[in-house]
C-alpha cells in the first residue's frame, strides 16, 4: 500500500458511476451473456483510464461488476452478494423505510423521499439456507476485467471494495439460523473466500463497513446503552478479523461510514465512542467520513487516538451528500488538517463514500478533479 511520503496521495472509496450502456444491459441481459462480458470489460477499461486521467493514485474499478438495474441503485455495493452465495432467496417486493431513530424523529421527510434516498427496496434478500460461498467465478471474473485495465499502469495502487459480514447481516434478515451471532458467523466464513481471492490476485481488499456503525441507530438508539452497543461491535470486529486474518494489514483498507443515505444522519454513532475500536480491525488504512457536515469536526477525534505504527488515514475531503463542488482550498484546508494531528505521511485523500448514484455524473468527476487539485496544493503547504 502506496503512502504519502513525498506528497499527498490521492483515491476514493468505491462505487463511480456507471455509463448507460452498463446499465442497460444488466437490465436486459441474461447472467453470462456475451453481450454483457463485453461491455463489461469495456466499461471498466474506460472507468479506470479515466480515473488515471483525473489524476488519482490509487484506483479501482468503479465496482462496475455489481450489477445493477438503475443509473442510482444505492444497495448495489452488498445486494451483489446474494448471487454469489447459496443460502440466499431474493424477494421481489416492496419494502417500508429503514429502521432506526433517525427514521421516527424525520418520518415526515422519509416518507416524503423515499424512492430517491432508496428507502423503498424492490427486491429483498433473505437467509433461508445453510450459507456457502459460490461467487469463485464472479470474483475472477472481476479481477481478470480491473487486472486488463491496468496494464500499462504500474505505478497505480488498485483496490477492490466488498461488503462486509455485518453490512450483510444488517440488511438482509435470516430466516434460517437459530441466532444472529451464528448467522453472522456464517457471512463472515463466506466473504472470507471472496477477500482471499481479492487479496491473492495481488489487489488492495477494501472492506465496506456501515454495517456495524449504523446499527447503532437502527437497532440500539432510544433501546439500548452505548455500552452494550460497544459490546456488539466487539463481537463483529472479531468475525471480522478473522474473515481478514490470511491476508497482511497492510493490503487491507477498511471504510466505516454511517449509510451515506441522504437524509439527517441525527443519531450517527460519534466516531469518538468507538475510534479505539476501530483501531482493533485489522487493516493498513481507515477511511472514514470527514467531509459532510455530520462529521467534518471528527479530525479532533484523532488527538486523542493515536494511530499505531504502519497505518494511516483516508479521510473524505469531497462528498458524495451534496452537488455542491468543493474548491481547491476548502479540500487542501481539510488535508491539513488531518496531516497537522496524524502526520502528513499518514494521510491519503480520499471521498466521504462511493459517488456513483449519488450525485449526477459530470460533478463526481468534478469531485474528483478537484481533490486532486486540493491534495496538490495542500502538498505544496506541507512539503514546501
Not at 21 to 29: H, K
Not at 115 to 126: K, N
Not at 348 to 376: F, N, P, Y
Amino acid at each position: 500500500m502506496k503512502r504519502s511520503d513525498k506528497r499527498i496521495l490521492t483515491t476514493h472509496v468505491g462505487s463511480l458511476p456507471r455509463p448507460a450502456a452498463l446499465v442497460d444491459a444488466y437490465r436486459t441481459e441474461p447472467p453470462g451473456s456475451a453481450r454483457l462480458a463485453e461491455i463489461l470489460r469495456a466499461s471498466v477499461r474506460s472507468v479506470v483510464s479515466a480515473q488515471i486521467e483525473a489524476g488519482l493514485d490509487v484506483v479501482d474499478d468503479g465496482e462496475f461488476g455489481k450489477p445493477v438495474q438503475d443509473a442510482v441503485d444505492y444497495g448495489a455495493w452488498m445486494k451483489y452478494v446474494g448471487a454469489r452465495m447459496e443460502g440466499f432467496e431474493i424477494r421481489h417486493q416492496q419494502t417500508g423505510l429503514f429502521p432506526g431513530k433517525d427514521r421516527e424523529e424525520f418520518r415526515d421527510f422519509y416518507l416524503k423521499h423515499a424512492v430517491e434516498i432508496g428507502e423503498i427496496r424492490p427486491v429483498e434478500v433473505v437467509c433461508t439456507g445453510p450459507i456457502r460461498y459460490t461467487g469463485h467465478a464472479d470474483v475472477q471474473r472481476d479481477i481478470e476485467n480491473f487486472r486488463a485495465a491496468l496494464v500499462g499502469h504500474d505505478s497505480h495502487d488498485a483496490f477492490v471494495p466488498m461488503a462486509s459480514p455485518t453490512s450483510l447481516e444488517s440488511l438482509q434478515p435470516n430466516e434460517y439460523y437459530r441466532t444472529q451471532d451464528e448467522y453472522a458467523w456464517a457471512l463472515a466464513n463466506a466473504m472470507k473466500e471472496e477477500y482471499e481471492a481479492v487479496a491473492k490476485a495481488g489487489f488492495i481488499v477494501q472492506v465496506d463497513d456501515p454495517g456495524i456503525w449504523v446499527l447503532w441507530d437502527f437497532w440500539y438508539a432510544g433501546k439500548r446503552s452505548f455500552e452494550e452497543f460497544r459490546r456488539f461491535a466487539e463481537t463483529r470486529i472479531e468475525m471480522l478479523n478473522h474473515a481478514l486474518s490470511n491476508i497482511p494489514e497492510e493490503q487491507i483498507r477498511y471504510h466505516v461510514c454511517w449509510g451515506s443515505w441522504h437524509g439527517p444522519h441525527s443519531n450517527d454513532a460519534p466516531l469518538a465512542q468507538f475510534a479505539d475500536l476501530l483501531l482493533r480491525i485489522k487493516a493498513g488504512a481507515y477511511c472514514v467520513e470527514a467531509a459532510n457536515v455530520r462529521h467534518e469536526t471528527d479530525w479532533k477525534v484523532w488527538r486523542d487516538h493515536e494511530l499505531p505504527e504502519g497505518r494511516i488515514l483516508i479521510p473524505g475531503v469531497v462528498s458524495h451528500s451534496t452537488n455542491l463542488l468543493e474548491t481547491a482550498d476548502l479540500i487542501a484546508d481539510r488535508i491539513v488538517q488531518y496531516a497537522r494531528v496524524v502526520g502528513r505521511e499518514n494521510v491519503m485523500a480520499g471521498t466521504d463514500c462511493g459517488l456513483g448514484g449519488r450525485v449526477h455524473e459530470t460533478i463526481a468527476w468534478a469531485k474528483l478533479k478537484a481533490l486532486v487539485e486540493g491534495a496538490a496544493l495542500a502538498t505544496r503547504q506541507l512539503w514546501g
